[in-house]
């Protein structure tokens, strides 16, 4: 013992005996290190530039009480009225955002490495996403109102296209991340493409496909306020039009309705993912539990005890063979679901039906193209200057860079009190949930609205609007990604005596390290994009020149902004997939 201890020993106090080496950092890492610095540093310094202070936001408070006095009573449409503007608003969204999910299916899969035809089609499916979701939805609608005119049509269109992006590049990470067993398997024993992809790939990723369309849908129903300002039917115009009359009691009123609809959707969408996931990782939140209690445990103590004997779940009896499953029975949970699909499917033709759209239109719509799209092109910056167009992109990146950096530290907290594997104890995780679907309730115009009312015109309102509307998406997004982190390191961690504070900083983090840089950048993406709709409002940016080149029908100064917005989301994506590259 004492010939081999003492050479360690000199070996570590005498250089006898080198330590191990470190693991070297690529330089790759090291400039990816530096990049996310550097970000942060300029949303940091673009925070200060903008006179932000949440002090002068508490001390301008008083602006919103002289002025909700000034309001008086919030009043509303008739019953009837109010009911159909309702169910027109959300029949557009859901028709539009089923649209996105259908499209959105064959270019995932040219977009997804594992399944594209090759890397040509993968860089043209992926660039058909990332324009898709640079154009804001209310520069589609914009377009499809003068081919269509006012209705339900063009907002069905551009919440459908728009929605392309989101949804594709969500469908296409969710194949790239499938067990390629079943799939392989498929394609050695003579499988079709289409086989492999129905048989071997549409199993595992539907839960996620469900949770992407569902969560897209929510955001559509708080972006669908904008596109009442440019002449889609819903409560968006309703609202526009009490404000442009100055009834501020009207307007308000219509907002708290789309306030109080937004919750209920969320609601909704989460007993839609109990119902369809059943126990996936997707149903996890408090309304999930509330709604479903039997997602607390496993199904049945029967498949409790067969799971944790064999690892997977338990086959049901009626499953066995090929002749019980013809004859499966009519089970409570069967019955209950198949009426649940039968109401999905009454609830989508009367969102159809309810919209009344004009399906000769888009017959005739090929005629009317050439004509629409020749008053987009060639791009101009018209009577503005290049420098001042510029300028005010620039500003839009700054309030996008501010709103996130803003972000960051609420939603870490949040999300980390509202995963399952960090909060203390249920009651707080249920709290921190609930905040979460509060805030995410709010839409970012209404409460840019407000807070313009609040500090006046200017990048203030935006950041503010932009960084709480963000707290409650990106507080979810990390949730749910600290919910599925390995527990392995965890439990090693709590073993050996370490406290819950220990746990969270030396296992759950870094394993969620990844996954927070992939959703700050999709936060920055989409504050860029939302900074713009923003400015039509009073926000700041270059959503100014894009409401007044849209009002004034100088629509070559509306593709210049589009395609700089474009350029910008480009950089955005790029800087994403090297950061997630890197950090894997």
Request: with cysteine.
């Amino acid at each position: 013992m004492t010939s081999v201890a003492a050479p360690r020993r000199q070996g570590y106090t005498g250089g006898l005996l080198s330590r191990a080496p470190r693991p070297r950092v690529s330089p790759e890492r090291i400039a990816a290190s530096l990049t996310l610095i550097v970000l942060i540093g300029l949303g940091i310094a673009s925070l200060a530039q903008s006179g932000f202070s949440l002090g002068g936001v508490f001390q301008s408070w008083g602006n919103a009480q002289r002025f909700m006095t000034r309001v008086g009573a919030l009043t509303f449409p008739a019953p009837l009225d109010l009911l159909w503007l309702i169910a027109l608003t959300v029949g557009l969204v859901l028709v539009g955002t089923l649209v996105a999910a259908v499209l959105s299916v064959p270019i995932a899969y040219l977009a997804a490495a594992n399944t594209t035809p090759g890397p040509v089609w993968r860089g043209i499916a992926r660039f058909l996403g990332v324009l898709t979701r640079s154009i804001p939805d209310v520069v589609l609608a914009m377009a499809f109102v003068l081919i269509f005119s006012l209705g339900t049509l063009p907002g069905i269109l551009a919440i459908g296209i728009h929605s392309i992006g989101m949804i594709s590049k969500m469908f296409a990470d969710a194949i790239e991340q499938i067990d390629e067993g079943p799939r392989l398997a498929i394609r050695a024993a003579g499988g079709t493409k289409l086989q492999q992809f129905t048989a071997g790939v549409l199993p595992q990723v539907l839960p996620s496909w469900v949770a992407t369309v569902l969560h897209r849908n929510d955001i559509n129903l708080r972006g669908s306020v904008v596109l009442g300002y440019v002449g889609v039917a819903g409560l968006g115009l309703e609202m526009s039009y009490a404000f442009k009359a100055l009834n501020y009691g009207r307007g308000l009123g219509i907002a708290l309705v789309i306030f109080v609809l937004c919750v209920v959707m969320e609601i909704v969408s989460s007993a839609v993912r109990g119902a369809m996931l059943g126990e996936t990782a997707q149903t996890r939140s408090w309304i999930d539990r509330i709604l479903h209690p039997r997602l607390r445990g496993t199904a049945s103590a029967t498949g409790s005890t067969a799971a944790e004997t064999t690892g997977r779940p338990a086959v049901p009896t009626w499953a066995a063979s090929p002749e019980t499953a013809l004859r499966r029975p009519w089970t409570p949970e069967r019955r209950r679901n198949t009426i649940a699909g039968w109401v999905a499917a009454a609830i989508v033709v009367g969102s159809v039906l309810v919209c009344q759209i004009q399906w000769g239109d888009l017959l005739t719509v090929w005629a009317k193209i050439p004509e629409t799209a020749a008053k987009f092109w060639p791009p101009s910056f018209g009577a503005y200057d290049a420098t001042v167009m510029l300028g005010a992109m620039r500003d839009t990146v700054a309030i996008a860079l501010a709103a996130t950096v803003l972000t960051l530290l609420p939603s870490l907290l949040l999300g980390s009190f509202a995963a399952r594997n960090v909060a203390p104890n249920g009651t707080v995780r249920g709290i921190a949930r609930f905040l979460l679907v509060g805030i995410r309730g709010v839409p970012e115009l209404i409460l840019a609205i407000v807070l313009i009312v609040v500090t006046g015109l200017g990048p203030t309102a935006g950041i503010v609007a932009l960084a709480v509307g963000g707290v409650g998406l990106l507080g979810k997004l990390i949730a749910d990604s600290f919910e599925e982190v390995d527990r392995g390191p965890e439990r090693a961690l709590r073993a050996v005596g370490a406290t819950r504070l220990q746990t969270y900083a030396a296992a759950t983090v870094p394993q969620g390290t990844r996954a927070l840089i992939g959703h700050s950048f999709y936060m920055l993406d989409t504050n860029i994009r939302a900074a713009t709709i923003l400015g039509i409002v009073g926000g700041g940016g270059v959503g100014y020149y894009l409401l007044n080149a849209g009002q004034g029908s100088r629509y070559p100064v509306v593709t210049a902004i589009v395609l700089m917005i474009l350029a910008t989301v480009l950089v955005v994506e790029a800087l994403a997939m090297w950061m997630r590259r890197v950090f894997r």
